[in-house]
């Protein structure tokens, strides 16, 4: 029988614009919190395997897995994944993977980027590596303009506007505003939204995440391994799934849904042995607001058309009846690249435990899920979290 | 500008310089831009290439005013998603006011350079 695989412990530097933290400082600081939390040794680790996306561009520096196997005091195998801002759930994924297949009983999983050491620009540029490098970025495309393009394409074929889009950056940064993690912990009001500069039309600033630093890491152990050392540790990932799609959204058959995500979420949900109607609880990939909108299309959440005024309805605020992004989502919480993936795990870690700001809000809830996409989604990773004591 | 040629994308760069843009057709009759060895979606290889038609329509649209510094000079310009038959290109929009353009706009396919680096890229222009 396969083993299941829990989450020990997890650990999150805050997010935000911290320049002068080298991803090294970044990655040590949240695995030496994880190993705290998890009460599991370092010598116990058998494999790290560590996200990042940009490193090469903004600080020289390549060859990370022994890098952050050094920073976090490891001696093990390590490898880095790259997965542009999916690297980090890409980690996870594979420490899951690791486990199960018996490789291994403890792995240390995580993510970190430093990105505001660059200019806006440089770091713009950075972030567009992700897209096609011969037929979108050659023609100026950038990550606002590409999630632009998929946004202005959702207005014309299903109706929706800016406004709607507005109401998911308010509820994202309303999410925000206790966790002491997040880069934006303060509310914003639509008009907020609606007056921001403008970045790509239709987005204004406050319908991007920001650029960020930051670091997350957990630590996975297989259930013998928990039983064993008497681990508290209550959340099991029951399912995990990766899909893939052309890599630019001119080859793709629709700019305007993500078939990996969909193909991620159904291969995570057939893992875990649960469907939508199951999941009380999500972090999904809000790169920009109409990411949220496409993932929970994608995951099963919504019909094609329909996720657009879910957050204006209140179906997804904190109080509805499927809290999105309690974190407060790459919007508010920020979003540095390679810890995304691990950070939702860690998030939402918190919120199933009962230790997060918001776990008061989805005190019942038991199962929970996140969504973490690679540029256009050309790749997408999800993960089912589960309590199970 | 980088001298050094990036096969496939410059050919097909040439190709639409001398009005004779084409894309690859496989067996099953999906279209892709070069390079490509086999269809993506299929796998199948024995890829033939096809006239590109004329005119394509405007997919969607976006006014990036916010770039990297590879097009700092350029911004703010208007990137498209066009179809042209069985394919569908990325390019920036030339010769009509962003206010002006709408997805279904009928557009024809050209080359221009950039104003920030001088590289060429792939234009559309009202048709």
């Known amino acids: 029988m396969v083993t299941g695989v829990r989450i020990a412990g997890v650990g999150m530097t805050p997010f935000g614009k911290q320049s002068d933290r080298t991803s090294r400082e970044l990655f040590a600081a949240a695995a030496d919190e994880a190993f705290t939390d998890a009460d599991v040794s370092r010598e116990a680790v058998e494999e790290l395997f560590y996200g990042n996306f940009m490193g090469e561009f903004a600080e020289v520096q390549g060859h990370q897995g022994p890098l952050m196997a050094n920073a976090a005091g490891v001696v093990a195998p390590a490898t880095r994944l790259e997965s542009a801002c999916a690297s980090g759930s890409a980690a996870v994924r594979q420490g899951v993977r690791a486990i199960r297949s018996g490789d291994a009983d403890v792995v240390l999983v995580g993510g970190a980027e430093r990105m505001t050491n660059i200019s806006t620009a440089e770091a713009t540029e950075a972030l567009s590596a992700a897209a096609d490098g011969l037929w979108e970025i050659k023609a100026g495309v950038t990550f606002p303009g590409a999630y632009s393009l998929m946004a202005n394409r959702y207005f014309h074929e299903f109706g929706g506007d800016r406004e709607d889009l507005a109401h998911i950056a308010v509820k994202n940064h309303e999410n925000a505003v206790e966790n002491d993690l997040a880069q934006f912990q303060r509310a914003i009001e639509i008009e907020d939204v609606l007056e921001a500069p403008t970045v790509s039309t239709p987005f204004g600033l406050y319908d991007c995440s920001p650029i960020s630093d930051g670091a997350a890491a957990a630590v996975l152990v297989s259930d013998e391994f928990a039983e064993e050392h008497g681990l508290a540790a209550p959340i099991e990932i029951t399912g995990s799934g990766q899909g893939v799609d052309n890599m630019s959204l001119q080859g793709r058959e629709s700019i305007v849904e993500t078939p990996a995500a969909r193909r991620a979420g159904e291969m995570a949900f057939e893992d875990a042995g649960v469907g939508t109607d199951d999941i009380d609880v999500v972090e999904v990939h809000d790169c920009f607001t109409i990411a949220e909108v496409l993932a929970l299309e994608s995951l099963g959440f919504y019909e094609p058309g329909e996720a657009i005024s879910a957050a204006r309805e209140g179906e997804t605020t904190i109080d509805g009846d499927l809290p999105v992004n309690l974190s407060g989502g790459l919007k508010a919480k920020g979003h540095p690249v390679g810890a995304t993936g691990c950070a939702q795990l860690t998030e939402m870690t918190k919120l199933l435990r009962g230790d997060h700001v918001n776990s008061d809000a989805v005190s019942d809830a038991s199962v929970g899920l996140t969504h973490n996409a690679g540029g256009t989604v050309a790749s997408c990773i999800v993960h089912v979290l589960e309590v199970v004591e | ?127």
């Not at chain 2, 911004?75 to 990325?90: Q, S």
């Not at chain 2, 002006?100 to 060429?120: C, F, K, Y």
């Open chain 2, 1 to 127: 500008m980088s001298d050094v040629r990036d096969n496939g994308y410059d050919d097909f760069l040439d190709a639409v310089e001398e009005d004779e843009p084409y894309y690859l057709e496989s067996p099953s009759e999906n279209g892709w831009l070069p390079p490509a060895v086999v269809d993506p979606n299929t796998g199948e290889g024995d890829l033939t290439e096809q006239p590109l038609p004329e005119t394509g329509e405007v997919l969607t649209f976006t006014t990036t005013n916010v770039a990297g510094p590879a097009f700092s000079d350029d911004a703010p310009f208007v990137v498209a998603v066009a179809e042209f038959g069985p394919v569908k290109i990325t390019g920036q929009l030339r010769d009509i006011e962003s206010e002006e353009v709408e997805v279904g706009q009928e557009v024809t396919l050209d080359t221009d350079q950039t104003e920030t680096t001088g590289d060429r890229l792939l234009v559309f222009r009202p048709a």
